[in-house]
């Protein structure tokens, strides 16, 4: 029975230097050199365009490592609006090939191509009617002789010293698949738009989705006041409704100006007990920075942050003066913009 080391010993810590990891990074350097230097363009141009033309979904398999890489890539399709999913091959053995039809795509990842799990699923893809495409490393394999395709992506070997662990291949399939997507996002002319839309949580379907009506304060939450209000008669909106300002307005509702908290502590300085007899509208700035609801959120952060200095709200303004909101860079950060 193993017994655990006695507390005073200690063991050598594993160290690598800095030459050493310089050396791996440029020995993978001129692996993926090679991949790219004999890769064979008409068949990679022939794999894009049959993913383009499929009229069902593309699915993807793989065991192991090329699996992982397998989902990354349909993930990567499903980003971008191609119908697509991964395909577990021991599942599909047990059931999950019904969802495979004659419309769809199958590839199949696999770096020697003599995968018994994928070879097992391919007389029973082929049952199904899908067209069968392998992406495979090394020559003359078994999978590619059964398939309807086959993309050779040639790895001269693996950075483990052993060209045992999969490292250098599976970072060529990544590649080649991403690089496929991206293909097939040109070809099919996705907009900015488009592709935010399939990201309406991340940073970047937000800069491109939310407006500033998505995002402002609206009605009850208005710090607002008519320019005749005294200053000091003022200061609970002012402090109240979170925004640091006040938005001066006319009876019409629409907007004369903004007094802030730093302007009031400047008025203070400057008038000291006259501010008491002061109004907001003898104060307030009549010349702020505006903007309209339709504008894109992202926009009004980078008004916000624009010279001569940067300021933390904008009165949100429709197209006769009125005001219709404020928005500021506390909620725009809050939003995830």
Known sequence: ?????PPSLELPSPKISEKSLLELFKSQQNHLNYFFQHLSLPQSLQ??????QCRGTIFFTGVGKSGFVANKISQT??????KSSFLNPVDALHGDIGILSDCDVLVLFSKSGNTEELLKVVPCARAKGAFLVSVTSVEGNALSNVCDMNVHLPVVRELCPFDLAPVTSTAIQMV??????IAMMGARNLTKEQYAANHPAGRIGKSLIFKVRDVMKKKEELPVCGEGELIMDQLVELTSKGCGCLLVIDEAHRLIGTFTDGDLRRTLKASGEAIFNLTVGQMCNRNPRTIGPDAMAVEAMQKMESPPSPVQFLPVINNQNVLIGIVTLHGLVSAGL
């Open 1 to 5: 029975m193993g017994s655990l080391p």
């Open 47 to 52: 794999f894009t365009q049959t993913l383009l």
């Open 77 to 82: 399709l499903i980003s971008l609006g191609i």
């Open 176 to 181: 080649f698949g991403d690089t496929v997507a």
